[in-house]
Structures are given as C-alpha cells and as structure tokens.
T-cell receptor, first 116, second 111 residues
Framework: SAVISQKPSRDICQRGTSLTIQCQVDSQVTMMFWYRQQPGQSLTLIATANQGSEATYESGFVIDKFPISRPNLTFSTLTVSNMSPEDSSIYLC?????????????FGSGTRLTVV | RKEVEQDPGPFNVPEGATVAFNCTYSNSASQSFFWYRQDCRKEPKLLMSVYSSGNEDGRFTAQLNRASQYISLLIRDSKLSDSATYLCVVNWVDSSYKLIFGSGTRLLVRP
C-alpha cells in the first residue's frame, strides 16, 4: 500500500487564522480524499481532490472555507481558512491506489487541529 | 436515518470472549463494504473487506446480508490488543470511490 506523509501532525491556532495541511504520497495516485473527524465522531468526507480538476466538495463544505490544491499526482494540500473553535478536529487525507481493489484506501496519520 | 449506523458501545468483554458488531446501511445500491479499525489518536486502518459470501481472516469473520442491508463482524478469542474502535464503512453508490463511515463501535477487552 502507499505511504502517506501528512504534516503537521498537530497544531494550535488562533481563531481567524488559516492553516494549510500537506499530504505527500510515495507513489502517483489519481484520487485523493480529505476527511474531518470531530471529537468523538466518525470520519466525514470534506472533498475529493483529483489531479487536473477542481476538487469536488461534499454538502456542508465550501471551497472558500476549505480550499484544496492538487498540483501533481503525489501531493495535495487542504487549507482551513478563517478558523473558529468549531474547526477543532482531526483532518485526514486518504488515497486510493488503482488496481488494489478494496485494499487500496490508505490514510495519512492525521492533523490534530485545536483552534483557540 | 443515518447512511451507516452502528451501535456505539462500548463493548466491555473479558479476554477470550467472542464479540459481534452489527452495522446497517441505508442505500441498497451500495457496492463495497469494509471494516476499519481505529486506535486512539491514530488513523483508521483497513481490517477486512466484506463479501456477500462471507469471509474470514484468522479470528475475524465478516458477513454481508444485502437483502437486510446488514453487515457484521465477529471477533473470536478476544485479545487485549483488539481494544479499539471498529468502523463500518460503505462505498457510496453515486461515486464508486467515496467511503461513508459509520460512527464506530468501541471495544474494550479486559484481562
């Protein structure tokens, strides 16, 4: 399976600021996903980021709040903009490796964000 | 109704016990089903896929009932290291690659 490096692993940020989370994969992947896991909750998909196209956002998530970049097949960033305490969550990237069927979904180790 | 529903637990069982988790999903056209394991403060990791015929991996057995839209995970001979949250995950029908997560079932295995 792919190896994903996600940075930063954690951060404490002031409200009103922005944080950019990076996800680096050791192989080329077409499909990358960004998830949010709020305290005590399960994972919720924020958006799908495919190289060469605009990210596709899920209901309740908008590009102005969570802009995503996908400059190449091994890298993506998610920015959490104009943060508020409600944005305190774990943010995870995930990739799908083609041809590996059901075993192709791999997750980064997550970014634990606290907004104060 | 939630898209994927699980009993949140916690299930508190002694070592060596057999424990079963259940999960239901709302969309009958869903195509792929998984159990993921998430340890505290860690990312989810795939435990096993779930096939219509049922599948077994060591102490773990997964079953799928498409008619009832029901998925199960059975853990036999529980170990302390099985303590974790088990996430039922479904591949969403309108995108063949998007995963929908249940809220998770927490398992505590005590000595």
């Amino acid at each position: 399976s792919a190896v994903i490096s996600q940075k930063p692993s954690r951060d404490i940020c002031q409200r009103g600021t922005s944080l950019t989370i990076q996800c680096q994969v050791d192989s080329q992947v077409t499909m990358m996903f960004w998830y949010r896991q709020q305290p005590g909750q399960s994972l919720t998909l924020i958006a799908t980021a495919n190289q060469g196209s605009e990210a596709t956002y899920e209901s309740g998530f908008v590009i102005d709040k969570f802009p995503i970049s996908r400059p190449n097949l091994t890298f993506s960033t998610l920015t959490v903009s104009n943060m508020s305490p409600e944005d305190s969550s774990i943010y995870l990237c995930s990739v799908l490796i083609p041809g590996q069927g059901n075993y192709g979904y791999t997750f980064g180790s997550g970014t634990r964000l606290t907004v104060v | 109704r939630k898209e994927v529903e699980q009993d949140p637990g916690p299930f508190n069982v002694p070592e060596g016990a057999t424990v079963a988790f259940n999960c239901t999903y709302s969309n009958s056209a869903s195509q792929s089903f998984f159990w993921y394991r998430q340890d505290c403060r860690k990312e989810p990791k795939l435990l096993m896929s779930v096939y219509s015929s049922g599948n077994e991996d060591g102490r773990f057995t997964a079953q799928l009932n498409r008619a009832s839209q029901y998925i199960s995970l059975l853990i036999r001979d529980s170990k302390l290291s099985d303590s974790a949250t088990y996430l039922c995950v479904v591949n969403w029908v309108d995108s063949s690659y998007k995963l929908i997560f249940g809220s998770g079932t927490r398992l505590l295995v005590r000595p």
